[in-house]
């Protein structure tokens, strides 16, 4: 099974359905909500991938702005706790990815969305995810999401050098140092294999 959190400021319809778990749906919604009316769904849903370098962080530590965002926005938002290095390393964050993308589709009534407009958001790991999900959908055949919102994402997994790398020398949040353990400890596997091809690729238009 694959944790997700579910986030709404209100109770929306189709959520109610969801105080009692069940296979395939989500754990239930918090008990005060049991006497609250439920609006309509909102037309309007967010799928969230957290942040922390591929290795760390969940949908719970960045659940304070998701609140305000929820809020803020009228939209529900499910934030996916996909597997994190090196103990999952990739490809299982990008498939943990677009499985919880086509779940929430097809479950975006439970979700209390009519799924007008989707949208994938996520920072730094987390865009990275958010973006793949959208190359990923179009590649087969799944409808993509409505927007993506990336914040300060990890775009350039490989070792060759850039702007940001020369810069992580003198940052003293994100080091050079952590930023390759995040980057092995995720990819290191696929760099061995394909990291030259990727540098070529890069370098050559």
């Known amino acids: 099974s694959l944790p997700v959190r579910l986030i709404s400021y209100r109770l929306l319809e189709g959520q109610e359905e969801e105080k009692e778990e069940r296979e395939g749906r989500m754990p239930s919604l918090p008990s005060g909500w049991g006497r609250a009316k439920a609006k309509p769904p909102s037309p309007y849903l967010i799928i969230h991938f957290h942040g922390g370098g591929f290795i760390a962080q969940s949908s719970a530590s960045h659940e304070v702005y998701l609140r305000d965002w929820a809020k803020g926005l009228g939209a529900p938002i499910l934030s ?4 994190l290095a090196p ?4 490809p299982l964050a990008v498939e943990q990815a677009l499985y919880a993308y086509c779940w929430a589709l097809k479950n975006a009534r439970a979700l209390g969305s009519t799924a007008q407009s989707v949208l994938c958001v996520g920072d730094s790991a987390g865009g990275n995810l958010a973006a ?4 990923r959908a179009l590649e087969v055949g799944v409808r ?9 994402p990890a775009l350039l997994l490989h070792e060759t050098p850039s702007p940001s790398r020369i810069l992580s020398l003198m940052d003293p949040l994100l080091p050079l140092g952590t930023l390759q353990l995040c980057m092995h400890s995720y990819a290191s596997r696929f760099l061995e294999a394909h990291g030259t091809a990727m540098a070529a690729l890069h370098h050559n238009p």
Request: glycine share 10%.
């Open 144 to 152: 993509p999401p409505c927007g993506v919102v990336m914040l300060y």
């Open 87 to 90: 103990e999952h390393p990739f």
């Open 132 to 135: 793949v999900v959208a190359l």
């Open 80 to 83: 996916v706790d996909y597997g």
